[in-house]
């Protein structure tokens, strides 16, 4: 029988711990903690994103700002605003949500951010210094996974890691982590795209394996080493006529046959998604408190 990692109790539980300290805060007279999201254009995905996260911020007892702007926006404009967020004294993170449209330079947007703001942890400032192992912003979603791990006493010490997809915001910076002498962390990391060969066999090979792709379904059971933990990071929206949305959220991961090979797993959704937003919470609190630079 596997363990269910369970992200939504986690978050609601990281929440928790957030409230209490956002109350300590107001109790010696310290303002809310404050996180400004942009929203580009009206992409439907981005739309729940943000509205996710903002309403996140209320449920903890953060003050928070939602800045929409239009798909025509010009970069130039764009970059005018991350300045003025960037110089912004009632504001302690802020994040832009992407994808932004095809016309603008998403990573001349993301170097425009002050590193002491980025809580979304994208900044090279932010990556580079997790490289290091120096205190600093992680990027949230990998933050997650490694909270996940970290909550579930799942063991990493020289374990086979494999994680498919190397994405900038999630497989590369994840590789990293889980590579690092940390715990949790010092795993023997196989990271993989779609060039690496022999794919299966790696997977075959893997104590954890961590799929980030975007390709919903696409871990099979039979792949998988019997008491493997298996964390999927995957959210695609397939459509579902029977649904009132109108779809359904899939994970990269073939839930019903890989299951019953894992010592644990996480569901889609419910498991890796809410632990994104807590981290994001839990960097722009620590940007309240000064804390990120570990101050
Ligand atoms: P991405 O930027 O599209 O990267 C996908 C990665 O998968 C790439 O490295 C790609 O390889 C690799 N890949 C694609 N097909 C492959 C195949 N057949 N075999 C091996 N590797 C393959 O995606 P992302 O932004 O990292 O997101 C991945 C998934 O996680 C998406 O479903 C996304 O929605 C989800 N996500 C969830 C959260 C959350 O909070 N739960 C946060 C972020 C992302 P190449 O590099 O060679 O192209």
Known sequence: MYTLID????????HAELSMEVQNRLNQGLRRPHLAAVLVGHDGASQTYVNNKILACERVGFRSTLIKRESTIREAELLELVRSLNHDQELDGFIVQ??????????RINEAIDPAKDVDGFHAINLGRMLLNLPGYLPATPAGVIELLRRYNIETEGKNCVILGRSHIVGSPLSVLLARSATPGNCTVTLCHSKTQNLMEHIQRADILVAALGKPGFVRGEWIKKGAVVVDVGTTRVPDASRASGYKLMGDVDFESVAPHCSAITPVPGGVGPMTISMLLRNTLDSANQRHYGG
């Open 7 to 14: 992200g939504k109790a986690t978050a609601a539980q990281i």
């Open 98 to 107: 992407l994808p932004l449209p095809g016309h603008i330079n998403a990573e």
